[in-house]
């Protein structure tokens, strides 16, 4: 096993072409009824540079699928190489890293931290890996989503549209080379969610960031340069955009 310390970024720190190679991927879960079957091999290549949609019904794998590629939870048996690290072969620290490195998220729920400010929110990520410059990075990036006269703002004093600015320019700080969003809009009226999409599309493309994103809005879906369909826990379709 590598030492995720001295080696957190395993293939030279070079951008690969494929950001994410996943192969035979299958996940299983223990429920209220016993194991259940989550992934059922599944196969997904994105290229760098990719924004790409999973779409399909509740339940069908599309959370799980993005939380093993995310290096929150932790498949059974496959291939899962993204970004250029063998994620299987790293342990929760070398994850961590990962994630640090290489890896922004964003999620339905916002997840920031209530007790801490906008401009804390944002600088968390890059404080952790140690940049001296977090705060400033962050008033940018704050600044960079429409909310520079927000910085001092707690959560609970922002609406959700701009908390999930918050939370967008919380997962672009650290220039990932990999953006995944699950239904970054689920909880924002017509008008905002459409606000976040076009930042979080303009954003990730000014930062060569490759974007995996979980919609049920065929609209949103159609945007992307191709569309990926699950169901029961496998791949069913692959779409390229007509846009």
Do not use: W
Not at 18 to 35: E, H, Y
Not at 38 to 46: A, S
Not at 86 to 92: M, P, Q, T
Not at 179 to 204: H, M, Q, R, V
């Amino acid at each position: 096993m590598r030492d995720p310390e001295t080696n957190p970024t395993p293939q030279s720190g070079a951008t690969p072409t494929r950001t994410i190679d996943v192969r035979d991927l299958k996940l299983s879960l223990k429920g209220p009824a016993g194991i259940v079957d989550i992934l059922k091999g599944v196969n997904i290549q994105v290229n760098a540079g990719e924004r790409v949609s999973l779409v399909g019904p509740s339940g069908s794998g599309k959370t799980s699928l993005l939380m093993v590629i995310a290096g929150l939870e932790q498949a059974q048996h496959g291939t899962i190489e993204v970004c250029g690290n063998d994620l299987r072969a790293l342990d929760e620290d070398g994850l961590a890293l990962y994630r640090r490195h290489h890896v922004g998220i964003v999620f339905q729920d916002f997840h920031l931290v209530p007790t801490m400010s906008a401009l804390e929110n944002v600088a968390l990520p890059m404080e952790f890996a140690g940049r001296k410059d977090a705060f400033a990075r962050a008033e940018e990036e704050l600044k960079a989503v429409g909310l520079g006269h927000r910085i001092g703002h707690y959560p609970g004093q922002l609406s959700g549209g701009e908390q999930q600015r918050v939370a967008l320019a919380r997962a672009l700080a650290t220039d990932p080379q990999l953006l995944l969003a699950d239904e970054p809009t689920g909880n924002l009226d017509g008008a905002t969610g459409e606000t976040i999409i076009e930042l979080l599309f303009n954003l990730a493309r000014s930062k060569g960031s490759t974007l995996l994103l979980i919609t049920h809005d065929p609209e949103l879906a159609a945007r992307c340069d191709r569309s990926i369909m699950l169901r029961d826990g496998e791949i069913v379709t692959h779409e390229e955009s007509a846009a």
